[in-house]
């Protein structure tokens, strides 16, 4: 969280905008905290399934189930702010059924594509 802080920090000192700031910054924010994302742009829910071929999960929530397409562009990152440890770059491999994650989608209309997915570790 500390990294984070910094890094938005030296972005806006330089003039860059808080939205490209808190793009950089992203992948250090915990599943559920990213300010004006979670909760508004995001899905947050546990994987129930997942098709290495066509490279897609389902993800469910209280509300229902959603299919979720992995593009060669969509950002991976795993969660360990409960651990008290920095976030990390994940892979695919890593999105495993009954994970938690969040998934902020290219286009919040279509709700297709990933552009990033950020997941608890293994219990």
């Known amino acids: 969280m500390r990294q984070a802080l910094i890094c938005g920090l030296a972005l806006l000192m ?9 793009k950089a910054a992203e992948q250090f924010i915990p599943i559920g905290r990213s ?18 071929v066509r490279q897609v999960i389902s993800v469910s929530d209280r509300t229902g189930s959603q299919r979720i397409a992995i593009t060669k562009r969509t950002r991976i990152w795993i969660d360990r702010s409960k ?10 491999a890593d999105l495993r059924v009954g994970r938690r994650i969040e998934v ?9 594509n990933a552009e990033w997915i950020k997941v608890a570790p293994q219990p």
């Open 14 to 22: 330089t003039g860059v905008g808080s939205a490209p700031a808190q």
């Open 83 to 92: 651990q008290g440890k920095g976030n990390v770059a994940g892979e695919f």
């Open 35 to 52: 300010p004006g994302v979670s909760g508004v742009q995001s899905y947050v829910g546990a994987i129930e399934a997942v098709d290495p």
């Open 104 to 112: 902020k989608f290219e286009d919040a209309q279509r709700r297709e």
